[in-house]
């Protein structure tokens, strides 16, 4: 579902990469890396329809183009994109090949949109090509395995230096749980901080705890597992709690927050104890 007017069939544009935008809103552009160019996978390959749809888009927002569109930013865009990535899922899960591309295709209008908004900020501007840039740097970066000396032939062994190349990206972070967006659906969220939990060796699947703190209905799963051996059974399974809390007067959704905040203290408690002590 698009978030703007039609767009024109087309659009006189001298360069589809540049800023519609005065030049004192222009980014520089610093070059990529040597081994974007030398890698032989990576020879750049012309995108006609890209170009096009980036012209597209710098045309709606220019002078003369949609009032609307010339009046968005990143905070009143932002629904939009959430809406555009779930009916991306609903297209990849239920959908046809179709459905998948038409709904790619506006996740990846959004993307544009908020490159040209970028673009027009008179203190900090960057354009469609600086997100890219820092795209690729970033999977050239998590990915020496490919692209360095570093030895990691099977997925296994790529999740386990997932996490430690992310590390050295962002050294300034303290904690495992640091990056983890705050408006992450509870389920989401939830699934995420036990994996990190386990990966830490705070906890695991079976941990005590969470079996003590867990409802009689979780109970039941460790007795009866063969009836959660499925995706459909699982959501029938916590559609059945949702059901029992909400007969209970229970914020199921509350309730799982606090269980996950519980766990995340574990964590930031463990990383404390385990950091080297500060010299005087």
């Known amino acids: 579902m698009a978030t703007s007017d039609p767009a024109p069939e087309s659009s006189p544009h001298p360069s589809p990469h540049a800023s519609p935008h005065p030049s004192p809103h222009s980014s520089p552009h610093p070059s990529p890396p040597p081994s974007l160019h030398s890698h032989p996978q990576l020879t750049p390959e012309p995108h006609p329809e890209l170009d096009r749809l980036i012209a597209v888009m710098a045309h709606l927002r220019a002078p003369g183009g949609c009032a609307w569109d010339a009046e968005q930013?990143?905070?009143?865009?932002?629904?939009?994109?959430?809406?555009?990535?779930?009916?991306?899922?609903?297209?990849?899960?239920?959908?046809?090949?179709?459905?998948?591309?038409?709904?790619?295709?506006?996740?990846?209008?959004?993307?544009?949109?908020?490159?040209?908004?970028?673009?027009?900020?008179?203190?900090?501007?960057?354009?469609?090509?600086?997100?890219?840039?820092?795209?690729?740097?970033?999977?050239?970066?998590?990915?020496?395995?490919?692209?360095?000396?570093?030895?990691?032939?099977?997925?296994?062994?790529?999740?386990?230096?997932?996490?430690?190349?992310?590390r050295q990206e962002k050294p300034a972070r303290t904690s495992s749980l640091d990056g983890l967006p705050a408006a992450l659906p509870t389920l989401v969220r939830a699934e995420k901080v036990l994996g990190r939990a386990e990966r830490l060796g705070i906890l695991s699947v079976s941990d005590a705890a969470l079996a003590e703190a867990s409802t009689e209905a979780a109970a039941e799963v460790q007795t009866a597992p063969e009836r959660l051996a499925d995706e459909t059974a699982l959501g029938h399974?916590?559609?059945?709690?949702?059901?029992?809390?909400?007969?209970?007067?229970?914020?199921?959704?509350?309730?799982?927050?606090?269980?996950?905040?519980?766990?995340?203290d574990r964590i930031r408690a463990s990383e404390t104890e385990s950091a080297p002590a500060h010299p005087e």
Not at 86 to 93: D, F, P
Not at 129 to 155: C, L, N, Q, W, Y
Not at 237 to 264: C, N, S
């Open 73 to 166: 930013t990143h905070t009143s865009l932002a629904k939009y994109l959430i809406e555009e990535s779930h009916e991306l899922v609903e297209a990849i899960e239920h959908g046809t090949r179709d459905d998948i591309l038409e709904e790619l295709g506006d996740v990846l209008y959004q993307v544009l949109f908020h490159a040209d908004i970028a673009a027009a900020d008179p203190d900090a501007p960057f354009t469609i090509d600086d997100v890219a840039r820092v795209s690729a740097e970033k999977m050239i970066g998590r990915h020496p395995h490919v692209f360095g000396d570093v030895t990691a032939d099977t997925a296994e062994e790529v999740s386990a230096n997932w996490e430690q190349w992310k």
């Open 237 to 264: 399974h916590l559609l059945a709690l949702v059901a029992d809390a909400r007969a209970r007067g229970l914020d199921a959704d509350r309730a799982l927050r606090a269980a996950v905040r519980e766990v995340e």
